[in-house]
């Protein structure tokens, strides 16, 4: 098996063999796998695994720009802003008849985006986030796209990466417009809050470190990654000086993981020192949002919305306030006086940026 790659399929007890391309997938101790969009690809590497090889996900996409995944149920999302639509693919883990790519049953889930930048699973409430930096909105949806709301479209300029909290029970996302800034508010669009606003310039990447409560963030213009906790306090660098274009980062464990435009690569680090830097895959197309596959990244926990979808009638979102949830419904539906359940048929909506 000359020049094969090896990849670390958590929870697979088999062999997966890929021809054309001789990459073996095999369950073995090591690093988690990275997804990454690569706007014609979406791919998979081992980062662990032997240098300057890939594992096509899904192939022949237009532009295809954030990513995120459902690990329970083997869903990858992906927002192509050509298409101008958010995708999903089932990831075989225990297919041994593989052909071309990992990826089977390809479908659109969102349409009639402009520009879908950011996009994060809610892996708890079964939800998709995104951001959408042309019609300067953050929109929610089931899996499948139904019940779609608009969440927050006041006061947003380029919104660009999300990253989701559900323990939390908030959301975060960069801006980087006129006045660059890191946000946060309630999942449910409540409690907003500026988190950063001061030597910020265009921050692209935003990822959470979930069990230390650190947000860290990439700012390709001033070539760092910094770090804060979750209320934006106690900021510090992890990374200056050596960057040339930092977009997208995740992390896992000790490990945090970014894309670089210009260099067209794959970067680590350790997470609390910025020291241990490696590449990781080099001669990418067009690198760009970035995720560790792994069920660590999206552990398990009762929310007010686990229960019979908190008695909703349609969308049951975590809000950082008591009760901590709140009953809502697709944008133009109102909500009935109960608080639970929606009227039926839709309104003229007019949402102003404003």
């Known amino acids: 098996m000359d020049g094969a790659v090896l990849l670390h399929l958590p929870n697979s007890p088999r062999k997966l063999s890929l021809d054309h391309s001789k990459i073996i997938l095999n369950q073995r101790k090591g ?3 990275l997804l990454f969009a690569n706007r014609r690809d979406v791919r998979l590497v081992d980062p662990d695994g032997v240098r300057g090889e890939s594992a096509i996900v899904v192939s022949d996409l237009e532009d295809a720009a954030a990513v995120d995944f459902l690990f329970d149920e083997n869903l990858i999302f992906w927002t192509d802003v050509s298409e101008e639509a958010i995708k999903q693919i089932h ?4 297919s041994n008849s593989l052909k071309e790519a990992l990826g089977t049953g390809q479908a659109v889930v969102v349409s009639g985006l402009t520009s879908p930048d950011g996009l994060a699973c809610d892996w708890l409430g079964k939800k998709l986030y995104w951001t959408d930096s042309e019609t300067n909105r953050i929109e929610v949806a089931n899996l499948d796209g139904t019940s779609r709301k608009v969440l927050v479209w006041m006061d947003l300029d380029q919104p660009r990466a999300i990253a989701l909290h559900p323990g939390q029970r908030y959301m975060y996302w960069t801006d980087w417009g006129e006045e660059p800034r890191i946000e946060r508010a309630g999942m449910d669009g409540s409690s907003r809050k500026v988190l950063v606003n001061e030597n910020i310039h265009w921050p692209n990447g935003l990822t959470i ?3 230390e409560e650190k947000l860290y963030w990439a700012d390709a213009k001033l070539s760092f990654i910094h770090r804060a906790n979750l209320d934006g306090s106690a900021r510090e660098p ?3 000086g050596t960057l040339t274009h930092p977009f997208a980062l995740t992390l896992s464990k000790e490990t945090l993981y970014w894309t670089d435009w210009q260099t067209r690569s794959i970067h680590a680090c350790n997470k609390h020192s910025g020291d241990k830097t490696r590449e ?3 001669g990418i197309y067009s690198p760009m949002d970035i995720q560790v596959l792994e069920p660590y990244r999206q552990p398990y926990i ?3 919305c686990s229960n019979n979808n908190g008695g909703c ?3 049951c979102l975590l809000s950082p306030v008591q009760p901590f949830y709140s009953c809502a419904c697709p944008t133009g539906v109102q909500l009935k006086a109960d608080g639970k359940t929606c009227k039926p048929g839709r309104i003229s909506v007019h949402i102003n940026n404003n």
């Open 31 to 33: 690093s988690p796998l």
């Open 91 to 94: 990831w075989n883990q225990s």
């Open 209 to 211: 470190d979930l069990v």
């Open 238 to 240: 992890v990374v200056e």
């Open 280 to 282: 990781i895959l080099s």
């Open 302 to 304: 009762i929310t007010p």
């Open 313 to 315: 009638s349609h969308l």
